[in-house]
């Protein structure tokens, strides 16, 4: 790992990543999701006999009534959350700057590129990321589109007669159809790919805490968002009216 | 002159008023006059002359005494003009409005590969038994086993041939005795009972024998067509003679009949019986459960209900729209259950609880009956095979009771229901969907303008038989299997004895030759199509309806209401084993929610698999780098 003999004496500064509100948000939803996926597939599962052990599982919650309510409260804590963020989102600028941050650009597109051809060996190098990389805003965008049919179709099946009347032509039996195939894709997603990336991955394994403080090492902005830590750099010592670092560009 | 003139007036008038007053005569037992107890019925029997009117009355002693005769016996008290109009004897009549279609007669003949569905009534899917070549003679001796007589049984013959042997047997009388006998040794399908005497034509006899105090032997099938029975030859040993029991009848040679005005279930269910092989286990009648409303402690005519003119409801939501019965509109399932009634309140009759229907969305009651969610056999991942009583001759002597024995009725199948008028469904929905029976018509016909009309029996029994005679018969009953190479030829033997262009109609498809004399296959010709009948029976509890436990009972890609497999019963060989989804029987595309779900399998792998391919790829830097690190 090539490093600046400046930067390297500093290797042990952390940088604040994310502040307490959107720490917050990202804990109430992984708490709410993992709820939903804890008490959904059992429920999805009752009543099929080649899933036999989900009767088991409806026994420890006591019921399948227990079992839906908790699965009704996680839902509506999700709700909560998703209203929360997009509040979060227009109204503070926090929340602004952070979703401006995530739009896609241009910039993605050749990162994701020049990704795949590192990691076929033709390249030596890794892209160098900002603030985000591009698979940290699919992350975030999944999200989005995860949130949007799971609250979406989740209501459809909680107030199918409410549904009926204002939406017949979407059914009941759609809604839990999209409602499980989601929830499916959405399950795989946070526990394959984003437990690797963020705790799974050799570098971070056996995971991070960054969702409890939201602070990142260094190394880890020198390794993940070179960009936004040379921003920063940049910004510091311009406040301080210091000549900036000229070492920029990628790293391994 | 203007005497004359005012005397044939009178005349006239006083001719067409006695006749009103003989027809308008209400009888002792055609009205009741509100007592519940039971009627005792000690009465004379009373035999028919051989002018069709009253005859003597019957001496059980006399060396050979006539079958007493229902028409004259009951009609003393029971308007028997008007009981005949009920909808058990009315079938006939081309004026009586046919209703939701009901299960049809079902011809079947294994030898020629034929099963088709017979019915006086005009069911769409139905042929007229004179459109096979059946007269109402004939049709009685197969059928009026299963039948209480009247209709058909009590047409004169008109064929030369059959006349004669109609003044032997005589005709099939409504047997009154059939449903309103009380007693225990009222005999329908035993040994010497109804069904048998009808076999042997002693339709006369067929209702006397049926009953506790007398036996019937002989055939009148068996002596010749001069034979008299109203002057028995004492030589004619096979000539069909009735004996009664001396000691039934009294000193007046009464006869105390233990007859009741509701009929026990007991007496229905002998033409109204089936058995569906769901599972191996509840393949016999005791292993299975029966209808909700039974247990509860409902009879059979709690709900099918009927006065003198028995005319009876048959218990379908838009009856009333085809029956005079009063009660038609409120005998439905939701008129026990959900009607609120105009005047006073309806639901919840005879303990009727009302359903809430709580998370159901309300689009179910639009398209589906009742009977979609809480009748017939639990839909399994395909239809099985169903008996009936007037199908498979159940409850008679020397029943195939192998499963497999035709005719093939398959259920349940989940159809749109027919005979709905578009009217009272509004919304643009077409008729409700219902769980069926099912039974794919097999026979050969003429295919004239597109039409295909069905060859008489007599002549397929003579053309195919002989191109067929090498067929081996299970002894299951089950179809031969017939190869195309013998369509053809009996294709090629039919056309000239038919004079038409012959074609052969069996499992969904219609089977002709083409121009090189090839066998072609019409998938969607229209006289293939199945013939379907609602189920009504067995009602499940509530508990056990489609839906209760989970939406997914019918929701779900592998749910049998649209994914379930509907057996097309075919004898042609390599055609049998074939099925089609139950939503095709309904004429519906397949669910939205099948397609989403293929574009979710396609989107979950995809993006799955991008995604582990990035993972793997990171990983696979990750060690080549480390693997550097170590090399230098």
Same mark, same amino acid.
């Given at each position: 790992?090539?490093?600046?003999?400046?930067?390297?004496?500093e290797?042990?500064?952390?940088?604040?990543?994310?502040?307490?509100?959107?720490r917050?948000?990202?804990?109430?939803?992984?708490?709410?999701?993992?709820?939903?996926?804890?008490?959904?597939?059992?429920?999805?599962?009752?009543?099929?006999?080649?899933?036999s052990?989900?009767?088991?599982?409806?026994?420890?919650?006591?019921?399948?009534?227990?079992?839906?309510?908790?699965?009704?409260?996680?839902?509506?804590?999700?709700?909560?959350?998703?209203?929360?963020?997009?509040?979060?989102?227009?109204?503070?600028?926090?929340?602004?700057?952070?979703?401006?941050?995530?739009?896609?650009?241009?910039?993605?597109?050749?990162?994701?590129?020049?990704? /795949?051809l590192y990691?076929?060996?033709?390249?030596?190098?890794?892209?160098?990321?900002?603030?985000?990389?591009?698979?940290?805003?699919?992350?975030?965008?999944?999200? %989005?589109?995860?949130?949007?049919?799971?609250?979406?179709?989740?209501?459809?099946?909680?107030?199918?007669?409410?549904?009926?009347?204002?939406?017949?032509?979407?059914?009941?039996?759609l809604?839990?159809?999209?409602?499980?195939?989601?929830?499916?894709?959405?399950?795989?997603?946070l526990?394959?790919?984003?437990?690797?990336?963020?705790?799974?991955?050799?570098?971070?394994?056996?995971?991070?805490?960054?969702?409890?403080?939201?602070?990142?090492?260094?190394e880890?902005?020198?390794?993940?968002?070179?960009?936004e830590?040379?921003?920063?750099?940049?910004?510091? &010592?311009?406040?301080?009216?210091q000549?900036?670092?000229?070492?920029?560009?990628?790293?391994? | 002159?203007?005497?004359?003139?005012?005397?044939?007036?009178?005349?006239?008038?006083a001719?067409? &008023?006695s006749?009103y007053?003989?027809?308008g005569?209400?009888?002792l #037992?055609?009205?009741?006059?509100?007592?519940?107890?039971? /009627?005792?019925?000690?009465?004379?029997?009373?035999?028919e002359?051989?002018?069709?009117e009253?005859?003597?009355?019957?001496?059980?002693?006399?060396?050979?005494?006539?079958?007493?005769?229902?028409?004259?016996?009951?009609?003393?008290?029971?308007?028997?003009?008007?009981?005949?109009?009920?909808?058990?004897?009315?079938?006939?009549?081309?004026?009586v409005?046919?209703?939701?279609?009901?299960?049809?007669?079902?011809?079947?003949?294994?030898?020629?590969?034929?099963?088709?569905?017979?019915?006086?009534?005009?069911w769409?899917?139905?042929?007229?038994?004179?459109?096979?070549?059946l007269?109402?003679?004939?049709?009685?001796?197969?059928?009026?086993?299963?039948?209480?007589?009247?209709?058909?049984?009590?047409?004169?013959?008109?064929?030369?041939?059959?006349?004669?042997?109609?003044?032997?047997?005589?005709?099939?009388?409504?047997?009154?005795?059939?449903c309103?006998?009380?007693?225990?040794?009222?005999?329908?399908?035993?040994?010497?009972?109804?069904?048998?005497?009808v076999?042997?034509?002693n339709?006369?006899?067929?209702?006397?024998?049926?009953?506790e105090f007398a036996?019937?032997?002989?055939?009148?099938?068996?002596?010749?067509?001069?034979?008299?029975?109203?002057?028995?030859?004492?030589?004619?040993?096979?000539?069909?003679?009735?004996?009664?029991?001396?000691?039934?009848?009294?000193?007046?040679?009464?006869?105390?009949?233990?007859?009741?005005?509701?009929?026990?279930?007991?007496?229905?269910?002998?033409?109204?019986?089936?058995?569906?092989?769901?599972?191996?286990?509840?393949?016999?009648?005791?292993?299975?459960?029966?209808?909700?409303?039974?247990?509860?402690?409902?009879?059979?005519v709690?709900c099918?209900?009927?006065?003198?003119?028995?005319?009876?409801?048959?218990?379908?939501?838009?009856?009333?729209?085809?029956?005079?019965?009063?009660?038609?509109?409120?005998?439905?399932?939701?008129?026990?259950?959900?009607?609120?009634?105009?005047?006073?309140?309806?639901?919840?009759?005879?303990?009727?609880?009302?359903?809430?229907? &709580?998370?159901l969305?309300?689009?179910?009651?639009?398209?589906?009956?009742?009977?979609?969610?809480?009748?017939?056999?639990?839909?399994?991942?395909?239809?099985?095979? &169903?008996?009936?009583?007037?199908?498979?001759?159940?409850?008679?002597?020397?029943?195939?009771?192998?499963?497999?024995?035709?005719?093939?009725?398959?259920?349940?199948?989940?159809?749109?229901?027919? #005979?709905?008028?578009?009217?009272?469904?509004?919304?643009?929905?077409? #008729?409700?969907?219902?769980?069926?029976?099912?039974?794919?018509?097999?026979?050969?016909?003429?295919?004239?303008?597109d039409?295909?009309?069905?060859?008489?029996?007599?002549?397929?029994?003579?053309?195919?038989?002989?191109?067929?005679a090498?067929?081996?018969?299970?002894?299951?009953?089950?179809?031969?299997?017939?190869?195309?190479?013998?369509?053809?030829?009996?294709?090629?033997?039919?056309?000239?004895?038919?004079?038409?262009?012959?074609? %052969?109609?069996?499992?969904?498809?219609?089977?002709?030759?083409?121009?090189?004399?090839?066998l072609?296959?019409?998938?969607?010709?229209?006289?293939?199509?199945?013939?379907?009948?609602?189920?009504?029976h067995?009602?499940?509890?509530?508990?056990?309806?489609?839906?209760?436990?989970?939406?997914?009972?019918?929701?779900?890609?592998?749910?049998?209401?649209f994914?379930?497999?509907?057996?097309?019963?075919?004898?042609?060989?390599?055609?049998?084993?074939?099925?089609?989804?139950?939503?095709?029987?309904?004429?519906?595309?397949?669910?939205? %929610?099948?397609?989403?779900?293929?574009?979710?399998?396609?989107?979950?792998?995809?993006?799955?698999?991008?995604?582990?391919?990035?993972i793997? #790829?990171?990983?696979?830097?990750?060690?080549?780098?480390?693997?550097?690190?170590?090399?230098?």
């Open positions: 790992m090539r490093q600046t003999s400046g930067i390297k004496a290797e042990r500064e952390l940088f604040q990543r994310f502040g307490l509100q959107f917050v948000q990202h804990t109430l939803l992984f708490l709410s999701t993992i709820t939903l996926i804890v008490t959904g597939v059992p429920l999805w599962c009752m009543g099929r006999p080649e899933y052990w989900s009767q088991a599982v409806v026994n420890t919650f006591g019921s399948i009534e227990t079992m839906r309510y908790i699965h009704r409260a996680g839902a509506a804590v999700l709700i909560l959350v998703s209203i929360y963020h997009l509040s979060y989102t227009v109204f503070t600028k926090e929340g602004r700057r952070e979703f401006i941050e995530l739009l896609p650009r241009q910039k993605d597109v050749s990162d994701v590129t020049i990704n /795949s990691f076929l060996g033709l390249l030596k190098y890794r892209p160098s990321f900002g603030r985000y990389t591009y698979y940290e805003k699919f992350d975030y965008w999944a999200v %989005y589109w995860g949130c949007v049919i799971m609250i979406g179709t989740g209501l459809v099946l909680w107030f199918p007669e409410v549904a009926v009347k204002y939406v017949p032509w979407f059914t009941y039996a809604g839990a159809e999209v409602h499980a195939d989601e929830a499916i894709l959405a399950a795989l997603s526990f394959i790919w984003h437990f690797y990336n963020v705790h799974f991955n050799p570098s971070r394994f056996p995971g991070t805490l960054v969702w409890w403080h939201g602070k990142i090492s260094r880890e902005m020198m390794h993940d968002h070179v960009l830590y040379y921003k920063k750099v940049l910004a510091q &010592t311009k406040s301080k009216g000549k900036a670092d000229p070492q920029s560009g990628t790293t391994m | 002159m203007k005497k004359e003139t005012v005397a044939t007036v009178g005349l006239i008038l001719f067409f &008023t006749i007053a003989q027809e005569q209400e009888l #037992g055609d009205r009741s006059d509100g007592s519940r107890a039971i /009627s005792v019925h000690l009465i004379p029997l009373y035999a002359n051989n002018d069709r009253k005859g003597e009355q019957i001496e059980p002693g006399a060396e050979f005494a006539m079958p007493f005769s229902t028409h004259w016996t009951c009609g003393e008290c029971h308007s028997y003009e008007l009981v005949k109009n009920g909808w058990h004897f009315n079938s006939v009549d081309s004026n409005p046919p209703g939701r279609p009901g299960e049809p007669w079902l011809y079947f003949a294994p030898k020629l590969c034929i099963q088709i569905p017979l019915s006086y009534r005009q769409p899917g139905t042929f007229r038994p004179a459109q096979v070549g007269t109402e003679f004939q049709f009685t001796r197969i059928f009026g086993r299963h039948t209480p007589g009247g209709g058909p049984g009590e047409m004169q013959a008109t064929e030369v041939d059959e006349i004669g042997r109609q003044f032997v047997s005589g005709t099939l009388e409504i047997n009154c005795l059939a309103h006998n009380a007693h225990h040794g009222q005999d329908m399908g035993g040994p010497g009972g109804y069904a048998v005497q076999s042997r034509q339709f006369r006899w067929a209702a006397a024998a049926s009953c036996s019937v032997k002989g055939s009148a099938a068996a002596v010749t067509e001069t034979y008299d029975p109203f002057l028995p030859d004492p030589d004619e040993k096979n000539a069909p003679r009735v004996t009664y029991q001396k000691e039934a009848f009294n000193e007046n040679n009464e006869v105390l009949l233990q007859i009741v005005r509701e009929v026990p279930n007991q007496r229905c269910y002998y033409c109204h019986s089936d058995l569906c092989y769901s599972q191996p286990e509840k393949a016999e009648k005791w292993a299975s459960d029966e209808d909700i409303h039974l247990t509860a402690g409902l009879k059979c709690d099918h209900r009927n006065g003198v003119e028995h005319n009876i409801v048959r218990g379908y939501a838009e009856e009333s729209a085809n029956s005079s019965n009063p009660l038609a509109a409120t005998s439905s399932c939701e008129g026990c259950h959900l009607s609120e009634g105009k005047d006073q309140p309806q639901a919840g009759r005879l303990g009727a609880p009302v359903p809430k229907h &709580t998370g969305p309300p689009i179910h009651l639009k398209k589906l009956t009742c009977t979609a969610c809480h009748s017939g056999p639990w839909p399994g991942k395909k239809t099985i095979l &169903t008996k009936t009583s007037r199908a498979h001759r159940l409850g008679t002597p020397n029943v195939n009771k192998a499963q497999e024995v035709l005719p093939h009725i398959v259920s349940p199948v989940f159809a749109r229901q027919g #005979g709905q008028p578009q009217a009272q469904l509004g919304d643009g929905l077409a #008729g409700k969907i219902a769980p069926h029976k099912v039974i794919w018509p097999a026979y050969w016909g003429i295919l004239e303008d039409q295909v009309k069905p060859i008489a029996l007599g002549v397929v029994e003579k053309v195919v038989g002989k191109v067929f090498d067929l081996e018969l299970p002894a299951t009953g089950d179809w031969p299997k017939i190869t195309k190479e013998k369509i053809i030829e009996a294709l090629k033997a039919l056309s000239p004895a038919a004079a038409g262009e012959a074609v %052969y109609v069996a499992g969904g498809k219609l089977y002709r030759l083409n121009d090189s004399g090839e072609a296959e019409d998938l969607d010709h229209p006289a293939a199509a199945p013939y379907m009948w609602p189920i009504a067995n009602v499940r509890p509530a508990a056990q309806s489609l839906g209760a436990r989970r939406c997914e009972d019918c929701h779900s890609p592998e749910a049998s209401f994914f379930g497999k509907v057996c097309v019963d075919s004898p042609v060989q390599a055609k049998d084993g074939v099925f089609r989804e139950m939503m095709d029987m309904y004429e519906v595309d397949g669910p939205v %929610y099948v397609r989403v779900n293929w574009f979710f399998k396609l989107l979950i792998i995809g993006v799955m698999t991008l995604l582990i391919l990035h793997m #790829g990171d990983l696979y830097r990750r060690v080549m780098l480390l693997l550097a690190k170590r090399a230098k």
